[in-house]
């Protein structure tokens, strides 16, 4: 008994140190927004946006001239084509006609080793020429102000690279209870007080929202340094903060929205491009973080119930020991993933339901590795990637 009152004191210390410490709070409590008053450069840099688009034609109509109409002098957007198969081509030319600074180009067939995405973000950073650029996606809303803020930061902290995490915009609950756990579980594992930190190793960014010093990003070679990674957004950070570069994220509110998924066969399929690809494809790490999460995030709701039930039958002092140390770890955990649920505006009982969440990405990233070893490569936009780029 003693063995298992430690094992699960040492799950409640953690939660309570996560919940203290405050790299795990800097992320909610430095959120750049449309009304956040930084100074202006002496000038403004000319910027060009990438957006590698692929089978897109539903939603470009609503996102692509937000991206144009930036309050941003000489700001150009430059959307490739990645050879879509629906009404893309005909969608981006009515738009085009509406936006000089637009220009679409057709992606060319991906070549060996390379992932759809880095591709055609590659091919749109040829076709720019200027000293900054925002990489962002087709399904991505910005405010007018968005790279102008951006821009305003990098500036004021001297930045090489500032990226932006998404509001996110939800039409079920499942999409909620998913991504808000999703993100709590991102902040713990990468915390922002601690990618923002260039003494910590860690990285971090937001692929829908990258505004990168094209210099700083030449020198790690661009998107062929992560031409193979399905996860390019944080590889990417991580080759910039290693190679030297002054990193940078920040949540918003207003700057930049999406919605990531559609219904819940898009959320699933898109989980599962990232879950196993999270784990850089090795057993090992699947097992451990398959373990790991199921005791640690799933289980502390059964542990207090198993524990007031036990208190309930016994009375005795382990059994009041181990209720009291259970409910404490399911308070700390509410606590953490409270954080998340204000800052995205969910309802206050959203705040019980991480175990649900990481229950479901658990289910996730079982198929997502099931999907790599036997399904015959990760399935995404049409396309099978049998590796971690092939």
């Not at 927004?33 to 202006?40: H, I, K």
């Not at 000319?46 to 941003?72: F, G, H, S, W």
């Not at 900054?132 to 996606?137: I, K, R």
């Not at 599962?272 to 790991?292: C, D, H, T």
Request: glycine content about 8%; charged content about 15%.
């Amino acid at each position: 008994m003693i063995v298992i009152l430690i094992i699960v004191g040492a799950f409640a210390v953690f939660w309570l140190a996560l919940l203290v410490n405050p790299a795990y709070r800097a992320g909610y409590e430095t959120v750049l927004d449309a009304a956040t008053v930084l100074p202006e450069p002496a000038s403004l840099p000319a910027v060009t946006i990438i957006v590698p688009a692929r089978n897109e034609a539903k939603i470009m109509p609503e996102t692509v001239p937000t991206l144009c109409a930036q309050d941003y002098p000489g700001l150009g957007v430059v959307l490739v084509n990645d050879q879509s198969d629906d009404d893309s081509a005909a969608v981006l030319a009515a738009i085009g006609k509406q936006h000089a600074n637009l220009l679409v180009i057709g992606g060319s067939p991906r070549p060996e080793g390379w992932c759809g995405k880095p591709w055609a973000v590659k091919q749109g950073v040829d076709r720019a020429a200027t000293p900054w650029l925002c990489f962002t996606d087709a399904d991505m809303f910005f405010h007018p102000l968005a790279v102008r803020q951006a821009m305003r930061l990098a500036d004021q902290g001297g930045y090489d690279m500032v990226s932006l995490f998404p509001t996110l915009i939800f039409s079920s609950e499942m999409e909620k209870i998913g991504m808000a756990g999703l993100m709590t579980i991102i902040g713990l594992i990468m915390p922002p007080g601690k990618a923002n930190d260039p003494r910590s190793k860690v990285a971090l960014a937001a692929g829908g929202f990258i505004l990168v010093r094209r210099e700083t990003y030449e020198k790690i070679g661009g998107h062929e340094a992560v031409k193979a990674e399905i996860i390019d957004d944080v590889n990417l950070a991580k080759k910039l903060k290693e190679s030297g570069a002054k990193t940078h994220s920040r949540l918003t509110h207003d700057l930049t929205s999406t919605r990531m998924y559609e219904d819940f066969n898009d959320l699933w399929e898109g989980l599962s491009k990232n879950a196993y690809a999270g784990m850089e494809y090795q057993p090992r790490k699947f097992w451990v973080g398959l373990i790991f999460g199921i005791l640690f995030v799933v289980l502390p709701p059964v542990y207090v119930m198993i524990g007031l039930v036990w208190l309930f039958r016994a009375h005795s002092a382990w059994s009041l020991w181990f209720a009291a140390i259970a409910i404490v770890m399911w308070t700390a955990q509410c606590l953490m993933h409270r954080r998340t649920v204000r800052f995205m505006r969910l309802p206050c009982w959203h705040t019980f339901l991480m175990p649900v969440s990481i229950a479901l990405y658990c289910a996730i990233a079982s198929h997502s590795a099931w999907q790599h070893h036997f399904g015959g490569g990760t399935v995404w936009k049409g396309r099978k990637y049998a590796k971690s780029g092939g």
